[in-house]
């Protein structure tokens, strides 16, 4: 059962952080109505200004930790739970 959790545990965390990188793309194409300057899109890194380089790279590392924090605490309640089963 435990091995479970942490399978189910890694895999939600995988999830997350790819929905989360998607929601900031969709987010920053939508209100810059540029293709967000990520390591994906080497062409937009290399065309865009440093600054909203910068931008991109601050706003997604900052969403990234907050959905690892988020799915981390999570997935410790989870763990718990299974193990006092």
Known sequence: ????????????SLAAGWAGAKLVSGIWKKSTGDTPPSLGNPS????????????FAVISGASASVIQALT?????????????R
């Open 1 to 12: 059962m435990k091995l479970l959790v942490k399978i189910f545990s890694m895999a939600l």
């Open 44 to 55: 937009a890194q290399n065309e865009e200004a440093v600054g909203k380089v910068l931008a």
């Open 72 to 84: 981390k605490r999570w997935t410790r309640k989870l763990e718990a739970k299974a193990a006092s």
